[in-house]
């Protein structure tokens, strides 16, 4: 194991610090050398070229000077005028140029700027004024150089035109012969050169610098190593002590919440009081707020004003995103107070199913003693909805496990899946239906795993009115009893009576009416056939006649 460890830290120390040939070192210097020898080779060029320049420049400065002085036309001094401040803006940039390459740094980091003038919430922006300045140097580099490419092509641009027209206004002097024509072009023809003279200067003035930023970046690996120990070092410090700190405060408020449930009465109770609730939800906040501004505090005395303006952009935005959500805090904050529209130890319906409140927190805990699961649901889910008190006997589902029911649709099966989605049914013979919960609530199941009632009605012939109302219904009600405790039914019967039903068209109607406790509910239609059979053997025992529906057709 110390093996592949000390492996490993040699790894990262090869990574971290690498080690290079005499060779390769050599290398690299005598090819720093020749660059640095072509880039003061090509420096001293430009210095001469912009000192040329400036020569240019300062002349056609003096020549306007005294056309000025001589002119009498208030039109040509003001055009005389701006050819000359031209001209010195002109000179200007060419003496910057000048420095820039002498000095081999930006002169205009030592030039007075001017102070930025935030408009909007003075003393907010203050804050976050530091990490936006941040964010802008990290991409300084590349904006300098997107910024120089343009200009290199903006040059380019220009460039030929400038030559195109320097080179007309020479061919047009030579050859006229118009002598004013002549003075004319003449008195062109330096300003063209300027141009074209200005313009080569600032392309190569920006293919220098474009060229001294690319060979100053350093490899991407070295970039990445260099700036993540620097980040370690400094920011990175600070962000470990920020979280530590946070992490200190979250222990101490966990410490102090742990005391206080020890000690105050009513926060082990299974339903809380309210103060007791109170001060959970004010444990929460504190823990939040406490946190945050543990978090602030350690950018503040660490002096890191970029970390602590990201803090606080970061803290604004997320303000910003929350505040469509203040009021469903707030209906939030009253359900964990238990003052809200559902309260702890009621009765609520969700997707048409009811439960038993049993918790409400951020993730409250919902029960239903008859489908024997819990349901953990977000507290936003209860936001909307009211529960209400229910009594002791009150049905929290049609069945339960391994009930056996019967739906409107016809169907009769065990119940051997259940839950707040789907309820499976076995029927008999196997075969398995499936419903979603919602569609078999639709179909009003009838819950016969408990007691249930077979009504069997069958009719004799008129020709035994006399006793239809009287012995008859002795001599099948003592028929069924003996039946069905031959066949061992007798043990699972509740109730057996037979009763006159109605006078029929073509019969007379006896309805047998016979209870069953839940035991023999998978017998339930075996139990309505063998009652069935039990009537007819009884009618055919005692010659009674079963009649069938007739219909008599009368002629005129």
């Not at 569609?439 to 007691?451: A, C, E, H």
């Amino acid at each position: 194991m110390f093996r592949f460890v000390l492996t490993g830290l040699m790894i990262y120390a090869c990574l971290i610090f690498p080690v290079y040939g005499a060779d390769e070192i050599a290398d690299k210097e005598s090819t720093a050398v020749s660059v640095e020898e072509e880039r003061s080779g090509r420096s001293k060029e430009m210095l001469t070229s912009i000192i040329e320049l400036k020569k240019s420049l300062i002349s056609r400065i003096e020549d306007k000077n005294k056309q000025l002085k001589a002119s009498s036309s208030e039109m040509e001094k003001e055009n005389l005028k701006q050819e000359l401040a031209t001209l010195d803006q002109q000179l200007d940039g060419a003496k910057a140029d000048f420095e820039r390459i002498a000095t081999g740094i930006d002169i205009d980091l030592f030039s007075d700027k001017k102070e930025e003038i935030f408009n909007w919430q003075d003393e907010l922006i203050s804050l976050v004024e530091p990490g936006i300045k941040e964010l802008k140097r990290f991409t300084l580099k590349a904006r300098q150089k997107a910024k120089l490419k343009e200009d290199i092509q903006h040059y380019q641009r220009l460039l030929p035109v400038a030559r195109e027209a320097f080179e007309n206004v020479n061919s047009q002097m030579e050859k006229t012969t118009d002598k004013g024509v002549k003075r004319q072009l003449k008195m062109l023809l330096p300003e063209w050169q300027g141009v074209v003279e200005q313009l080569d200067n600032r392309l190569k003035v920006a293919h220098l610098q474009l060229d001294t930023m690319e060979q100053e970046e350093k490899s991407l690996m070295e970039l990445s190593r260099t700036s993540m120990r620097d980040f370690f070092r400094t920011r990175g410090l600070y962000l470990l002590m920020a979280v530590g700190a946070c992490v200190m405060v979250l222990l101490l408020l966990r410490f102090i919440y742990g005391l206080t449930i020890r000690t105050v009465p009513g926060f082990k109770s299974g339903y809380r009081p309210f103060y007791a609730r109170l001060m959970d939800l004010l444990f929460k906040v504190m823990a939040i707020v406490f946190s945050l501004v543990a978090l602030i505090l350690v950018f503040y005395l660490a002096e890191d004003w970029v970390l602590l303006s990201l803090t606080i952009i970061i803290l604004l935005g997320l303000g910003w995103g929350i505040k469509s959500t203040l009021p469903g805090m707030w209906q939030q904050s009253r359900l964990m107070l238990n003052i809200g529209a559902v309260r702890e130890g009621e009765r609520l319906v969700m997707d048409g199913v009811p439960w038993m409140v049993k918790r409400i927190n951020m993730f409250s805990q919902l029960e239903n003693p008859d489908l024997g699961m819990k349901l953990r649901i977000p507290i936003e889910s209860l936001v909307g909805k009211t529960s209400r008190p229910f009594a002791p006997e009150e049905s929290w589902f049609p069945c339960r496990k391994n009930d056996w029911v019967i739906l409107a649709d016809g169907t009769r099966g065990k119940v051997v899946s259940l839950s707040h989605e789907m309820v499976e049914l076995v029927q008999r013979g196997g075969s398995r239906k499936l419903y979603q919960t919602g569609d078999f609530l639709g179909q009003t199941p009838l819950n016969i795993s408990v007691n249930f009632r077979l009504k069997v009605v069958f009719g004799i012939g008129y020709e035994h009115q006399k006793e239809a109302t009287s012995g008859i219904l002795t001599v099948i009600r003592e028929y069924l009893g003996q039946a069905l405790e031959k066949e061992g039914y007798n043990e699972h019967l509740v109730n057996l009576n037979v009763e006159f039903c109605q006078a029929g068209a073509s019969s007379l109607d006896f309805v047998v009416i016979a209870d069953f406790d839940g035991e023999v509910a998978p017998l339930y239609n075996r139990l309505n056939r063998a009652i069935q059979r039990w009537c007819v053997d009884v009618c055919t025992l005692n010659h009674w006649g079963i009649p069938f529906p007739q219909l008599t057709v009368h002629k005129p």
